[in-house]
């Protein structure tokens, strides 16, 4: 017998069951749904992003593949704006194991041959970009099957699982960032599992969650590594994850106030005190005042480094320790997740001494300042002014930006997302009337995250590149919802409502990957930056001073 009611024709009784949507919505089944999203990936890669001419996307495919080059040439990592670390580091490895099996020749940068030979240049570059399109094409397939894996721990029912997996695939982001080298999807997505980490260990207690505790720092460390605006992503964490504790998450028998639990706690403290005291000198190096003068950062609070980071600790033991009362979590537990949890970030921190440049350490120690240097006049002055009111209205601003955008009336967005919103809103509301209000406030929680974030974008005009930051919040978002309310998936309109949804997730998302292969325009205007990013690498069609 089937486990989901399908429709029936009951003959004696002339009844009409309803047909459930989530069946119609998930026809290929767990495996077979998953191995569908990965060959349209793959399909849509090939069409329209593997074939692109070689510096149809150079910003940022050559920024980061002109320092793979020169960092396989013995020189240092010369990309350091975001920073794009582990990215850089991810290309430049791929490069010499392609280079070991014979498949590429273009992995240094004597390697490439001189833009006065112009067709061997054009041939060298675009085996070095298409392998590079190849390498971020495999890390975004293995992210969605990551996220598909949390997805199927964090709901019930694995049809809202798929849906949801669906929904992060067919994303506006996910369909740039799996054909062009950039530094947010490698950002983003490790901080956005250390979140459903989070979330899926709350649900129930285990004598092993401080370890989830630990991995998640460590992932939200890994992501800021490669893009100092994963901290803003990462400061949302401590709020959002507040609503999602459960009755079942309550600590096991062994951290309730027992003298193993504690004595398992100090351990965890000394192991956390070691990891601190290994990472140090990067902190050190991240907080030296001379460095952090020649790189022209200037201090965000009381002219000093390190004191908004400093609160940010503080801050996240304070949500650790409310956290733990409202969901009766130990104090031997809590103590053990806040000493696992500096373990994770420092053992993570440690990742920067495989390419040490002291550029990465001061930006991720001191990611708002990094970011402050490419801020616009208006932001800078905001930030570092002694006027509060003028960083709170600049905020304002950008919440209203941000509410434009998820209208698309007002202001129109190349992101499919926003459809969503216009579903989890008033299903929200819906939630809560109908008594479902942990469930609306977990879906607030994550949309009030995604909005703040995007306020915070709208300074660097929130580009497309931007979305991965929000939208993943944006799809839990109704997936909890959904779950919640899963006696919708028998209403009548839900499945046409579902499948227009998707269909313009499809339309809309795949839009500015066929626009970029569709361009005609040529490669001049990357002569404006090339001297500055890739000054060892002249270009045939760029005039260069001899």
């Known amino acids: 017998m089937s486990k989901h009611p399908v429709t029936l024709h009951t003959a004696e009784c002339g ?61 240092p990592q010369h990309f350091l704006d975001h920073t794009a670390y582990l990215t850089i580091v991810s290309v430049k490895d791929w490069f010499v194991g392609l280079h070991g099996l014979g498949l590429l020749d273009a992995y240094t940068l004597p390697a490439i041959p001189p833009a006065s030979d112009t067709l061997a240049f054009d041939a060298a570059m675009t085996q070095a970009v298409r392998a590079g399109r190849v390498l971020v094409f495999l890390i975004v397939a293995v992210s969605v099957l990551i996220f598909a894996g949390l997805a199927r721990r964090l709901f019930r029912d694995r049809r809202i699982a798929m849906l949801a997996t669906l929904a992060f695939a067919l994303s506006g982001d996910i369909a740039v960032h799996s054909r062009i080298l950039r530094s947010e999807f490698v950002a983003a997505c490790p901080v956005i599992f250390a979140l459903m980490v989070l979330i899926i260990i709350g649900r129930k207690g285990r004598l092993a969650r401080p370890l989830g505790m630990a991995a998640a720092a460590a992932l939200c460390v890994i992501g800021l590594e490669n893009k100092v605006q994963a901290i803003l992503l990462i400061g949302t964490i401590p709020f959002v994850i507040q609503p999602f504790g459960s009755v079942e998450g309550a600590s096991v028998a062994f951290w309730r106030n027992t003298a193993a639990g504690f004595l398992a706690a100090a351990i965890a403290a000394i192991v956390a005190a070691a990891a601190a005291w290994t990472a140090w000198p990067l902190i050190a190096t991240g907080l030296d005042r001379s460095l952090l003068d020649a790189a022209q950062f200037h201090p965000l609070l009381l002219n000093r480094f390190g004191v908004y980071q400093a609160a940010l600790l503080v801050l996240i033991g304070g949500c650790m320790i409310a956290y733990a009362a409202i969901w009766r979590i130990g104090a031997a537990e809590t103590l053990a997740s806040m000493a696992a949890a500096v373990a994770g970030a420092a053992i993570a ?38 006027n509060p009111a003028a960083a709170v209205l600049l905020l304002l601003d950008g919440a209203a930006s941000v509410l434009a955008r998820y209208s698309f009336v007002l202001h129109p967005s190349p992101r499919p997302t926003v459809f969503l919103t216009w579903l989890i809103v008033p299903g929200i509301v819906y939630a809560w009337r109908r008594g479902e209000r942990l469930a609306a406030l977990q879906a607030l929680a994550l949309m009030l995250a995604a909005i703040g974030i995007d306020a915070l974008g709208v300074r660097r005009g929130l580009k497309i590149e931007y979305f991965i930051f929000t939208d993943p919040l944006i799809v839990l978002s109704g997936a909890i919802l959904l779950e919640a309310m899963s006696e919708l998936r028998f209403h009548r309109w839900t499945y046409p409502i579902a499948a227009v949804l998707f269909g313009v997730h499809i339309a809309i ?30 270009l045939p069609w760029c005039e260069h001073p001899p």
């Not at 089944?29 to 996307?57: D, H, T």
């Not at 361009?519 to 000054?535: D, F, H, L, Q, V």
Request: aromatic residues 12%; charged residues 15%.
């Open 15 to 75: 009844i009409v069951a309803p047909t459930d949507a989530f069946d119609r919505l998930t026809p290929l089944g767990w495996w077979g749904g998953l191995a569908a999203i990965v060959a349209g990936l793959a399909a849509s890669f090939v069409l329209f992003g593997y074939a692109l001419v070689y510096w149809r996307n150079a910003d940022m495919d050559f920024m980061l593949i002109y320092s793979a080059l020169a960092m396989n040439d013995g020189k």
């Open 349 to 386: 921190l440690l990742l920067l001494n495989v390419d040490y440049d002291t550029g990465n350490v001061i930006a991720v120690i001191n990611p708002l300042e990094k970011m402050l240097v490419f801020a616009d006049a208006s932001t800078s002055r905001a930030a570092t002014g002694s």
């Open 509 to 538: 998302g795949q839009a500015e990957p066929i626009k970029y292969a569709l361009k005609r325009s040529g490669p001049e205007s990357i002569c404006a930056w090339n001297p500055y990013y890739m000054p060892l690498m002249p």
